[in-house]
Nanobody, 119 residues
Framework: QVQLVEAGGGLVQPGGSLRLSCATS????????MRWYRQAPGKERELVAS????????TYADSVKGRFTISRDNAKKTVYLQMNSLKPEDTAVYYC????????????WGQGTQVTVSS
């Protein structure tokens, strides 16, 4: 069975840091582009960061560029999102996503982890 399990969310003060993790199983992790999305209350889901299997393709949303870093450990089949200098606007549910190059493979999604940035 395919599983993507996020962890590391919680309540943090503005300016603080959190490190999210997404442990996966049940698919060829190294062949997938791993992505982090987030969805804030009342807003549409937003792509935060993406990293390809070979590590040569990395993208960030403008709103998090310079503050967030996506990384992956293919041996552990885990993707991470290091979040620094957090702002209240970063408050959202963060979702892990696996995307495949093949048009015949559906994306996989985790259940999400809540990140709340507040004093």
């Amino acid at each position: 069975q395919v599983q993507l399990v996020e962890a590391g969310g919680g309540l943090v003060q503005p300016g603080g840091s959190l490190r999210l993790s997404c442990a996966t199983s049940g698919f060829a992790f190294s062949s997938a582009a791993m992505r982090w999305y987030r969805q804030a209350p009342g807003k549409e889901r937003e792509l935060v960061a993406s990293r390809t299997g070979n590590g040569l393709g990395t993208t960030y949303a403008d709103s998090v560029k310079g503050r967030f870093t996506i990384s992956r450990d293919n041996a552990k089949k885990t993707v991470y999102l290091q979040m620094n200098s957090l702002k209240p606007e970063d408050t959202a549910v963060y979702y892990c996503n696996a995307h495949f190059q093949s048009a015949y493979r559906n994306d996989y999604w985790g259940q999400g982890t809540q990140v709340t940035v507040s004093s």
